[in-house]
Each structure stands twice: as structure tokens, then as C-alpha cells.
């Protein structure tokens, strides 16, 4: 394994970079592993380099039936934010940003996590009632979160328009200046290339057909099209198919999955500071450092495996954001693609053991599953080795669908 | 040097209409019919711009939608400007401004270039190797110098001034395309006069490749005269809608299909008003795809240099436009097509030489033609390389030899070099549509497969290259013989795929160029393959190729042979990427279309909505609708305004929109057991003439809405429901009626609109509306609180609830909404005496939370049961069930604990708390602190005693007051917490929810 | 945007619609009588079909009324569109999808509906 650095690239740019290995194995899958991750996006490969390097398990496997990182980890805005209302919400997407600090040292990746500051923007009363609920929830939480004036705002943004002549006038916005974005396929690359590292074998292009339980009930192995694999232990993490593949355990999820669109202008040089986001008028755009401006759509009303919506969400979003800043009505949007979202009654994740022993799941994280990517991970391979819920994972059970305890946040008025 | 490149007695350009467009501030003389490109290579402006990573000089590649290089910024003055337009498809007026972009300090000399010496550091994926310490560095240096390097051109900064129109249409044909499959198509689709047919060209003229073609014939005719009666033909069938300057850009489900038609992009003056662009949304029966096919480049060190074009772009310039980047022009090659390129040329005067990569028995009939034509041809030949900085001066090509490398190195002098690397069907359009692409071998392309939606493909763009079978092939699709297109019928265009160019060099800042603007080079998918990533669409994120704006048109497929060739596998086993919309970068503007401002969301606005305006209130935005937020009077702030709105209802009498209520009008004989089971509280029992206030669950427990109810008959109800949520109350309700309770016989009708809703309220309210209404005995005991009754006010047919959310007595008078505004100027003016007040929402606001009455979405957020808002008693228990019952008795909803409202009094009452402020029990403990609540309403109430509980006799005093769901807050009554402010805590007093007229007589009056 | 054929109306396009999600999960006429597995079940637990499902729409901007719909939520593609009330229609060949599991939690075995 050649250490990225700027020492080596450069001595490979003498090279030709002829030097440069296979950042992670293709390897055949093995017979048995002490553990099983279904789904190669971010999470899942990051579950398994947390199992690998901070719990000791040596013989993993992520299974994944395209290629990895071709899920919602690579069709999302990356958005990274932790300014969540609830206590619950609160812990796990702080925890993740506090990995996001430090991710790209950790992997030896650059992920370019960039702490631009995510901007929330406010149209009307209740939108500041709202924001100001979380802004202090936040605050209380320790997640850094500030309330600013239109004007305020104006100065964050330049290009926000905060003029009256629009239909919903900004009021105000809550500010997290730690939020901001990363590049989506370096998270899951820069997971492969640990986790392949630690040993962890990722194998691609391997569907799961079926998962096994013994007699006793406990899952014992998988059935998939490369061959069958025994294992104690399987963890789902496959975002919008995880219905399907958990029906392969024979079991049912508090789960609908939903086309997500997203798409991208054409790159110009650098005009947008930060990230935006408003829920009332539907808009959330930064800039990547490529230099297009990155614009998150809304999801489609049926479900759909399709990864493919409708003219009129994209075009509504692109109202939206001709509203707010209406010089980028010349800009051309270059992409326009979708994902597939697993969503919750309660629109919060679900990080559970389920009736099977040795069999769990990570899903439902919606239209917010990047930013929650390393904490997920982190908080999911404690569950799974421990055998029992990490304590910031713990509220995220299925339980909570018949106890009542529901964690909403979309009810709370703030999503995403 | 005016037109130094332009070619006699060539091309579609009018020389008639001499115009003038600028480059950099410079003066380009052109003719009407160029496009910024041709005008420029007409000129001798080759090097217009500067790559992406490696700031190469770069001139046109392509002459149309597929161009990556030559993108430049252009200016149509007041505001129009954007960057990033194709010189190719840029048509050209007089006054066009044009400029280059992507390069500091001049076009000439870039820093930028420094990249292309420092080049081996910046192989694919290099940014994710490095910039990684020190970890603050990435944010504050790092980043920020690679995106100012990174972006092409420069954002606009002012709101465009243009405007963008949406069309819908539907069609039984939609044929994209109006090349000759497309055009032979819509002539046989359009023979039937009943059949719709839509054709759509991004072009400004129709006839695609025709337009450049000065040799074929069709019936008789040259091509340009084939195209002139055919269009002449379409334009004639009234059932043929022609649609030029049209893309079509993006293939939905459902043969939904989006294309943007540009009206003024083309003009100098555009007239006034006039939209700029066009987006369409047509729903077609069935869609041809004539799509045509993109020409590949050869891939060797230095394919990019200004003067390098492909070769049948190069032969467009010299045909269509009557321009050449060069008067010495070598062909370099691996198939036949391009000897038309090079036989065109000859006849336009140039020198010629063609490069062959073919050994010589692979070469067909195009040989004998060149030859002819007096052609020399270099058979069985590599290019390894390109001489020249911002113009080629000269190619370096050898023989290849027998064992795969190659002999010995000469250098042709040249200025203008046509490359074809083959082609490239165009199946954007059929794999939007989600129609498998397969691959052909003996092509070297993907074409459609079997169709997903309604749609066929007709001509290049699935293989069928040649003339006349494009012709016929478009004629099968339009006439719709064959249910789905047959396999390919023609030849491949005689062409034998390469991947990279043999070489015998192999120097670390050699670039062969797959993706000119993204800069991607082989090298670097080399690289990428090299570091394990296999799959395509790996490649392509790793190493950026095909993410450019051109979308890799002219580089996936090269990009996916080298893949394949380094993996040692066919193209098909390392994939395709699936094709996004839209097919060519599309405007913001188009798909907003006029949704701005006042359009971007209706405004609901009440009949007496007007009549606040003239009174100068300011209004808030609520759901859709505009409602009066408060009615300053000369120079009051908001907060004097609603002070003096909150005295006056409690002292005399307000006046106060209350139309945007939802109202649902539910009639039938099971209309009581109906709201039964829909509300928490019962129904049956309720007298006609009576009100009561319904609060409503969602089947998850939660409260969902509320609202006073008047039972109007035995069988017939007036609900209300708060403003924002009558359009969902509706819903739930017709839900319910259709799919779950199907045994009972109502109907439910919103009748929001067809009511105004006047309040009056205040201890006159009754002197005020007495006077005025007819038919209603209005004496405190025959119409008490909470009753209503039908009669006339101003002899106009009312329903007049005694109803109050103020908790003074008072009246909501319900009139037809034409009315509406003429009775609320005669309870104006009859309350002119009592110094009538109009109000607000703000004060209203206040005034309800001095009563503690709650507003669902304000006290409720979706996760609040009737029992939190202390409202249990609304919850029926004797009712078997209704909806949200089962939910309630779910474990956590019936926890201790749980959070409740309460009053809070802060101590200094002076302070006024945020709402959205938390509030704790120990302000000193550690993060993160735990919370208990959360101050939903606060207010700076008029009407409440400083010391406490208002005191009507005591009203001018004032203080704050408000309310907050806290945990286990009913028994917190009497105890003292925190509340969150700006800069750190204040102290608050629980209180029960009730600021004012605890015993609430003063609505009984 | 889809194209739905609302049985009362004809073919309008899916701006018209509201989407009800999974279809022929009924409400029982006694609800106390389900446990909280079992009502977590009824109101939170779909099979999320990849396949063909059936599905609720209201033609919301139109006659306002609720009808079925069959699609296969891979294609998109509508199958069928039926009255409410009326059985779910099986058309040959269609694939079943995930419908079958029982609830992820807690035991299985115990709950079926």
C-alpha cells in the first residue's frame, strides 16, 4: 500500500505513476467471514473498516451487486451538516460531523471536506419560530448553529437575493458554519482502500439472493450470486433496495423508497460561498470545487426503483432557485439524475437489530444518509460487534415504531 | 486578414448581409448564416480558449452540439450574459459579443499553463492523494486555490432581464432530428393528415448532414434541394408543427418529452416582450429518434491543438460555411468517411494529404475516389504527434510496422488537420427513455436495442450511415411499418477501431487527449485502471472523462475502448454509462419558465384583502394566502401597532379577517357519525344552531387540526380548520370517507372560497353587528357563545357564528364571498362610533395566547397528543373508536413525562423570550444540556398585569407572556426554570396556560 | 411525470394525482383489538414492492376520487387502474416482489395479519 501523499505523488509523477497500486483488491469471495455487509456505499464500507479497525474483526466482507459507491453515495449533493432539532438527531449527526473533521487524515484520503457553512434560510413566521428552536436546541447540544438577519445572510451569501420582490422574502436563515460538503465517491473509495487495507474483501458485482438462519434462528450464511457464504453475522445497509434485500431474510420494513433528483449547471468560477438550503421554497445549492453549482430536487410521490423522476420536480426546484438568485436563470443545467431514498414514517434513520439474532440494519436515512455517513458507520460496526446498540444508535430502533417513540424531524418543519 | 479563411463560392452564408461580432473587443466581420465558430476560423481566429486542468490553447473540434473546446462568453447586452456557450451553435448577429474564457491574464499569455508543464503531478485522482495536511489547509488554502483554477467561464451577476415561456403539447409522432432519417421520416409520418407530427431540429435550418453534403443526390436532387421541397412539403401539412433552434433535451416516463426551443438568441434586436426561450413538454404517442451520430477523435500526443478539427466538421466549415482553419489540410484517419472530408477540401483549393490508418487492402472504394481526385494517401500509418502552439503546424505521423509499433517518424507540414476516429451513434434520447443499448462489434458502437417506451430510431444515430439507407430507414419509422426497427442493414463506414494511436514515444508530458475539456488523456484512464477501479462509471468519476459539459459526446467511447483494452475485455463487459438528461446543456430559465415572483406561487387573497391594503396593513405570508399581519397607523412599528390593536379589541371592538379559515361544508344523513369517528370528540348528540370545537388526530395519534364545527342542520355541518391545513383536512377527510368508511352517505364540498369571514370582537361587538342583521333574535340567551345562526346581515344571507378565539364576546359573520367586502365596510362604518379597530394575525396571535388557546403548528409540531396540550377532555371515552384512537394508547404516548403546555412568565417582565427559545432546569450543567421544552408563542401582551394574571381592570399595564411544551410541565405549575435568550438565560415562572380571564366570562357577556 | 388513467376521468397527467401509497391495507373496524406490533404494522410496514405493486391514487385535481393502480415500480409503467374496492387484479407473469415477509420485529412467527 503506497501512502497518498505529496511526497509520492510526486516521485510517481517521475515515474509515470507506474507506481500506483490497486487502491483495493477485487477478490473472490471466501467460503465464511465472522461478518457480512450487504451494500458497498459509504456506509457499509465504512461499517466494515470501523469493524475491522476498531473492533477487532478480521475476516469481513462487503458484498455489493453493482459497484461501490454507485448508490445514493454517489448521486448526492453532499451536504454535511449535524444541526438537527432533536437530542437523538442531534448526537449522531454531530458524531459524524466530528469524523468528517478528521476523515481524510484518518483514511489517508482526501475526502475535501470543506466546512463552507450551511445556510438554512427562513420565509415566514413559522420558519423562525423554527429555526430559532433549533437554534438554540443546537446551541444546548453543542452543535454550533446561529440565527442571521437577512442582511446577515446577504453577506454570507452575496448571491442571495433578499429583496421583497419575491413571492416567499427571505427572513433570516440559521447558519452552521462547521456544515458544509465533501467529495461523495472519495468517502467511499477512501473506506474501500481502508477497509481493503485492514483486509476487508469487497466484492463487487454480488447480488444477495437469500439470507440463512440456522436452526436455532440465527442468521447463518447467504446465498448470492457469486457463490455461498456462511456468516453469523449480516449487516443490511442497502439504502433503496434494503426492502428488498431484507425480504430476503423473509422480513418486512417500515420502509418506502422514492426517487430523488439532483442535478448540476454547467461549471462556472467560483460564485457561491456556502451551502443553501430552504425547505419552504424547496432549494438546496453549493458549489463543488469543480465549479458546478450542485442543486438538490425534491422526491417523487410514488415509489420507484426507477432512479429516474419527473420534469416537474427538477423544474420546481429550478423555480425555486431562480427565485432566490435570479442571475442564475441564464446558468444551464448540465445533469440531472436520481437516487433512490429510503424513507421513514418519522423521516429519521433506522439503526436496529432485528427478529433474526446476528442480523441487522442500517436504512432509511432519506434525503440525509451522506452527511450521517461516518457516524452511521462508526456507530453501526460498535452495534453489530457488541452485539448491542451504540448509545447514540440506540434510539434509532425499530422499536421506537410501536412504542410511539418517533423522532420527527420533518414534523419538527426542518427535513433534509 | 478580414476573411482571410473564408472560401470562395462556398457555403449557406449570406454574403449579401455583411455583420460585425466582437472576440476579445475585437472586430470579427462575418455574414449572416455563421455561427461564432465559423466567423472566427474565417478570420484566422483559431485559439479561442484555454482547457480545463491544464490550460491548453485550444480551437474549435467539432462544428456542432458536440463541441467540448471552443466555449466562449457571450454578451447580448443589458444583462445578458453567460459563459460557457459552444462557438459552434452560437449563431452569429451583428454586435454579437463574444469573449474567451478560463485564462488569466489574457487568452495569449494564461498562467494557467504552468499546469501543463507541472502535468505528471496532476494525474487522474491526484487531489485525492494530497492537500491532506494540515488538515485546517484543505478549507483556507487548498480549496480555494483549486477552485479558482477549477470553473470555466464566469457566473452572470445580474438578475437576467429575459423571460422563458412553458408550451404543452401532444402529438402521435415526435420525430427528434431533421437530418434525412428525420425529415424522411416526418414526410411519411405526415401523410396521413389526422396524424400529429412534431419535428425538432437544434439547428437553425433543417436538414441536418445535408446542409454540408454538396455531392449526394436524392430523386434527382442535389441534397440542399432535397431538403428545400421537403421542408417546403412538411410546411404545407397542416398537421406538421416544425419546430428549428429546438433540442429535444430530456425523455421522461410515459413518452413525456422536454425540448427547449431558443425564439431570440439569433436576434440583434430581439422585439420587447419577446420570450427568449421555449421549453415544451409534449406527451407523444410515439418518439423517432433521428439523432444522427458524433464523429470520434483519434487519440494520440498533441490531438488537440488549435487547426484540428474532426474530419467531417471540417468538411461542415468548408461546405456549410464556406470557412477553412487552414489552407494545408491533412486527413488522419482509421475509416472512410472522412475521404469525403478530404475529397470536399480538394475541391475547395486546399492541399490535401490523407493519413490512413488502414493497411492498404482494408481500404475501400474511397481510395480510387481520393485518388482521383489527386489525393496523396499515406496507408497503414500511425499519428504520434502534432507540432504548433496555438495553431497545428504540422502532424508527426510513421508507418506502423508488422510487430505493432512503428518506422520511421516524418512530420507533415500542415495548418488544418480533420481526425475521424469513426462514429458515434447518438442514443442519448432511447437510453433517457430506458431502452437497453447494445453493443456492435463490427460499428464499434451502442445502438438502441429493444425499445422501453414508444420509440424507435431511425438512420445514424442506430448505425444506418449511408445515404439512402437513412432515407428509407427514416421512412420505415415514420410510416410505422415494422413494429420495432430492424437490425442495422448498412455496412460499417469501412472503419477499424483504435484505441491509442501506436507510438514510439513515450515522454512524461505527452498528452493524448480523450476528453479535450476535462483534459483527460489516456494516460490517466490508464492510471485509474491500473488502481483497481473497473467498472466505467468508476472511471469516469475517478478521472472526471465524459463529465465535461459536453458530456463526453466525442470521448466515452474512446474513453471505454481504452478501459476495455487495459482490462482486456470487450466494451460491453465494462459497461455504458447510462445518458442523463438533458442531451445539451439547458437554461435555468427554461424549466422555471414564468414562475417567478407573484408566479412562483399563487397568492390567495380574501375579498377584503384590497380594502387592508388601502389601510396600509402589512401582511404575512400564510400557506398561499396574504393576510393582514397588522395595520400601522403613521409611524408605528409593529410592536406600538399590535399593542394598540390588543387594547383596542379588549376595551371596545376589532375587526379581523378571518376568510383564509378553511371551511368544508359535510352534508348528508351519516353526517355526525362521520365527524365521530374523523374527531376526537363527539358529534351525535350536538343541537342544530350549536357550535363546538373539534380537535382532529392523524391515525398516528397526533394532533392534526382543529377548528369550530356548527351543526348548520341534522344532516349538514360548517367546519372550520386552521388556514395552512384546510387543503390536508380535506384530503384526510374524502380518504376516509371513500376508502374506510364507505357504509356512510355524505359529502364533503370545501367551501373556503365561498365564504368571507368577518370578525368582530371586543365587548361592543354586539352593539356594533346587531344593527345590521335581520332574521336573528341577537339577545345573549337566543343566541349564546358558541351558537350560530342563518339570517341577513345588511340583508345579504349570512351564517353569524357566536364564536371567539379572543375570548372577548364576539361574532364571525359568514357571507357569500362577493359580499364579502361591501359588509365589511358596513360593520366599519357601524362601528365607527366604538372606534372600531381593524387587527391583524399578530394580534389575534397575542390575543388567543392571553387565553391560552393553542394554534396547531405553532404549540404542535406533528408529535403532540391532545393530552400534552392539556385538551384530554375533548378526547372522547366512550367512543369505540375514531381516528388516531388506537394510536394514543401506544406506550410513549401515554409516558410520563411527556412534554405539556404551560404558561411561562418571565421574571423581569420586560423580557421577551424568542420563540423557539429551550428551556432547562440547571443553566449551569455541561453540554449537551439537558432540555425540557420549548417556548412555542411569546408575546408582549397590553392586557396582562405586570405582576401576573390579567386583569381587565389593570389592562394598559403590560408585560410577556408565553407558552411552552415542557416536560411533565402540568406538574411543573408554580416552579421556575430557564429559558434560552441571545446571550445566555433568563429565569421564568411555570404558569397554567391562561394569561387572562381565567374563568373566561367575558366571551359569555 | 407519469401518465394515469383515473378510471372516472381517463388519462390526465400525474399533476392532477396524490399518491396513497401501498393499497389494500385495510383499516380494521376494531382497532383495539391489534396489539402495538400489530398497529405499528398496519400503519408503518410496507412491502415497498420492487415489481409490480398496487397503489392508492386520488385525482386530486380532478373528480377528487380514490382509485388503484397497479405499476411496476421498476418500469414505471401503470399496468392497471381499478375502482376502489375492487380486488387486486393479478396479471400473468407479473413478479410478486418483496410482499411476503413478516414484520422485522420483534419475533416472527407471532404476528402475522
Known sequence: MTKFSAFNVARNAFSASKSWPKQWRNPEPRASYDAVIIGGGGHGLGTAYYLAKEHGLTKIAVVEKGWIGGGNTGRNTTIIRSNYLYDESAGIYEHSVKLWEKLSQELNYNVMYSPRGVLMLAHNVHDVQSSMRHVYADRLNGVDNEWLSPEECKAFCPPLNISNNIRYPVMGGALQRRGGVARHDAVAWGYARGADRLGVDIIQNCEVLRIDRDAAGTVSGIETTRGYIKTAKVGVVAAGHTSVVMERAGLRMPLESFPLQALVSEPIKPIFPCVVMSNTVHAYISQSDKGELVIGAGTDQYISYSQQGGLHIAAHTLEAICELFPQFRRMRMLRNWGGIVDTTYDRSPILSKTSIPGLYVNCGWGTGGFKATPGSAHVFAASMANDEMHPIAAPFSLNRFQSGRLIDEAAAAVAH | ???????????????????IIQFNGREVPAYHGDTAASALIANGILHVGRSFKYHRPRGVLAAGAEEPNA??????????????????????????????QNHWPSLKYDVGTLNDMASPLFSAGFYYKTFMWPSAAWKRVYEPVIRRAAGLGKAPTVPDPDRYVHSHAHCDVLISGAGPAGLAAALAASVDGSRRIIIADEQNEFGGTLLHDLTSTIDGLSASDWVAQTVATLSQRSNVRMLPRTTVVAYYNHNHIALNQRLTDHQSNPSKGMARERLWQVRAGEVIAATGAHERPLVFAGNDRPGMLLADSLRAFINRYGVTPGRNVVIATSGASAYQAAIDAKSAGLFVTIVDYRKRDEIGDERLLATQAGIEILDNHSVIGSTGRTQVTGLIVAPKTASGGVGDVRTLNCDAVGMSGGWTPVVHLVSQSRAKLVFDTALDAFIPGEAYQSERSAGACRGVYALDECLANGHEAGSGAGAAPSAKSSEATGFEPVRLMPTNRQKLRDKAFVDFQNDVTAKDINLA?????????????YTTTGMATDQGKTSNINALGIVAGALELTPPDVGTTTFRPPYTPTTFGAFAGQARGVLFDPERITPMHDWAVKKGAKFEDVALWKRAWYFPQGRETMHDAVQRECRAVRESVGIFDATTLGKIEVVGPDAAEFLNRIYTNSWLKLKPGRCRYGLMLKEDGYIMDDGVVARVADDRFHITTTTGGAPRVLGHMEDYLQTEFTDLKLSLTSTTEQWAVIAVQGPNARDVVAPLVSDIDMSNDAFPHMSMREGKVCGVPCRLFRVSFTGEAGYEINVPSDYGEAVWEAVYAAGQPYDITPYGTETMHVLRAEKGFIIVGQ?????????????????????????????????DLVAEGRKQLVGLLTLDPDVLLDEGAQIVDDPQAALPMPMLGHVTSSYVSPNVARGGTGDPQQSGDGRSIAMAMIAGGHSRVGTRLYATTREGFTEVQVTKPVFFDPDGGRANV | MLLIKCPHCGERPE????????AHIARPLDPSQLDDVQWAELLFYRANTKGVMAERWNHLHGCQRWFNALRNTVSDKILRTYMMGEPRPYIGGEAQGAATGTLSYPAPGERSK
Do not use: W, Y
Not at chain 2, 531 to 536: K, L, R, T
Not at chain 2, 880 to 887: E, L, P, T, Y
Open chain 3, 15 to 22: 399533476i392532477e394525482f396524490h399518491c396513497g401509497g401501498e
Open chain 2, 529 to 541: 485502471v491500473q488502481e483497481g477501479f473497473q467498472s466505467i462509471e468508476h472511471v469516469k468519476r
Open chain 2, 859 to 891: 404549540e404542535t409540531d406533528g408529535t403532540v397528543t391532545p393530552e400534552d396540550v392539556g385538551l384530554s377532555g375533548l378526547v372522547s371515552k366512550v367512543k369505540a373508536d375514531f381516528v388516531g384512537k388506537r394510536s394514543l394508547a401506544r406506550p
Open chain 2, 71 to 100: 466555449l466562449l462568453d457571450i454578451d447580448r447586452g443589458n444583462g445578458r450574459r453567460d459563459p460557457n456557450n459552444r462557438a459552434t451553435v452560437v449563431e452569429a448577429f451583428d454586435g454579437l459579443v463574444t469573449r474567451s
Open chain 2, 1 to 19: 486578414m478580414s476573411h482571410a479563411n473564408r472560401l470562395a463560392g462556398r457555403g449557406r452564408i449570406d454574403r449579401s448581409k455583411p455583420i
